[in-house]
T-cell receptor, first 113, second 112 residues
């Protein structure tokens, strides 16, 4: 079992709809969770982080964390063509030195006008 | 804002050359990382450093070395470049604790 798993997609959503991305993780000791957006040919950019169970909202983005079920989700409301990118879920390795992150393989999102 | 600067966006080198990739961060972060990213393989950690002069191997260290003589600078060295090291190289930095990593713009390296 991979430590951090994401559906690779592509997830195709019409403009204006909600895009829902999921990420599952294996280490129950994980304390924080990050979502990165990566446009083609560019570097990953941090867009959301969440530490506590429940929801966290930032603009059109909502992160949802359920530690009991070991998953974290990202919702993109009112999806725009500019949201077309790959979204990476990242989880710190609790027992590792140096704040290493384990990245999921990413979910590619395509927003169609 | 955190600024992580990689010395080159694009670089072309020849097989057998020694190649240096430089990365500088301006936020006094303790941790610095080098990744490579290839289509279908995701982000793979090459080396990381959690303090000056301290380094640890990541998942794919073979053919690479690193240097961290100053806190803000982390260098990746390809000892003898080979064509299979053609890739996008990404540098990142972070604070201690469960903190996110911040990435530079990346260096697209081609080995001919």
């Amino acid at each position: 079992q991979k430590e951090v798993e994401q559906n690779s997609g592509p997830l195709s959503v019409p403009e204006g709809a909600i895009a829902s991305l999921n990420c599952t993780y294996s280490d129950r000791g994980s304390q924080s969770f990050f979502w990165y957006r990566q446009y083609s040919g560019k570097s990953p950019e941090l867009i959301m982080f969440i530490y506590s169970n429940g929801d966290k909202e930032d603009g059109r983005f909502t992160a949802q964390l359920n530690k009991a079920s070991q998953y974290v989700s990202l919702l993109i409301r009112d999806s725009q063509p500019s949201d077309s990118a790959t979204y990476l879920c990242a989880v710190p390795q609790p027992k590792a030195a140096g704040n290493k992150l384990t990245f999921g393989g990413g979910t590619r999102v395509l927003v169609k006008p | 804002d955190v600024k992580v600067t990689q010395s080159s966006r694009y670089l072309v080198k020849r097989t057998g050359e020694k190649v240096f990739l430089e990365c500088v961060q301006d936020m006094d972060h303790e941790n610095m990382f080098w990744y490579r990213q290839d289509p279908g393989l995701g982000l793979r950690l090459i080396y990381f450093s959690y303090d000056v002069k301290m380094k640890e191997k990541g998942d794919i260290p073979e053919g690479y070395s690193v240097s961290r003589e100053k806190k803000e600078r982390f260098s990746l060295i390809l000892e003898s470049a080979s064509t299979n090291q053609t890739s996008m190289y990404l540098c990142a930095s972070s604070n201690q604790g469960y903190q996110p990593q911040h990435f530079g713009d990346g260096t697209r390296l081609s080995i001919l």
